[in-house]
């Protein structure tokens, strides 16, 4: 069974630009998280959706926004980028209930503006 | 709100030393409580978790952590540590009961292993 997959692994991109980036979570699991790491930092939360729907927003401006398809996968889009926005974009898989609790995260995708 | 504080930034130790990563955490509710570890350009492996039962939690690669209530505290530790295990340790919260999964991590321990 494939584990949480993103894409682009690697992105870099002018201020002012926009980004996408995917997400495709684990089998059976229904929530996709977004975080972003800042070299030096620990992941700080930017959105959480489940079953389509918004569950979470962290502190992030509103050019960040996101959305989850029919098939669970996900995609982040961020825009005017800017150059603190350069970080490594964390996508976690999870499933929470009757006990367990999974929460899985992707290789991440590294964005460099420039 | 949630927060988490990794009490040491950096910890350098030597191969088959024991170590233990410091996390303390603030919480005004009840907590579920993580640790992550994250190899050079790789992301997140869940390290052990703790949920509920028995405070002492053990998880992969020899690593076990006490919760402690009365103290807010989650301490990694390992008795005799590889060269492997140098990598980012991050202490993560959830919040029980919550309607998200947003975890609140720490800001890391760099765990480097000398020979």
């Known amino acids: 069974d494939a584990g949480v997959t993103q894409s682009p692994t690697h992105l870099i991109k002018t201020r002012g630009q926009h980004v996408t980036l995917r997400c495709s979570p684990i089998?059976?699991?229904?929530?996709v998280s977004w975080y972003q790491q800042v070299l030096g930092q620990g992941p700080q939360f930017i959105f959480q959706?489940?079953?389509?729907?918004?569950?979470g927003r962290g502190n992030f401006p509103d050019r960040f926004s996101a959305r989850q398809f029919p098939n669970y996968s996900s995609e982040l889009n961020v825009n005017a980028l800017l150059l603190g926005d350069s970080a490594l974009y964390l996508c976690?898989?999870?499933?929470f209930g009757r006990g367990r609790y999974e929460q899985y995260f992707g290789p991440g995708t590294r964005l460099t503006v420039t | 709100a949630q927060s988490v504080t990794q009490l040491d930034s950096q910890v350098p130790v030597f191969e088959e030393a024991p170590v233990e990563l410091r996390c303390n955490y603030s919480?005004?509710?009840?907590?579920?409580l993580f640790w992550y570890v994250q190899y050079p350009n790789q992301g997140l492996q869940l390290l052990l978790k703790?949920?509920?039962?028995?405070?002492l939690v053990k998880g992969i690669n020899g690593f076990e952590a006490e919760f402690n209530k009365s103290q807010t505290s989650f301490h990694l530790r390992k008795p005799s540590v590889h060269i492997s295990d140098t990598a980012e340790y991050f202490c993560?919260?959830?919040?029980?009961?919550?309607?998200?999964?947003?975890?609140?991590f720490g800001k890391g321990t760099l765990l480097t292993v000398n020979p």
């Open positions: 089998s059976g699991h229904k929530s």
């Open positions: 959706y489940y079953e389509k729907e918004e569950r």
């Open positions: 919480s005004s509710v009840s907590v579920y």
């Open positions: 993560a919260v959830w919040r029980s009961g919550g309607s998200n999964y947003k975890l609140t």
């Open positions: 976690a898989s999870s499933f």
């Open positions: 703790y949920l509920s039962g028995s405070t």
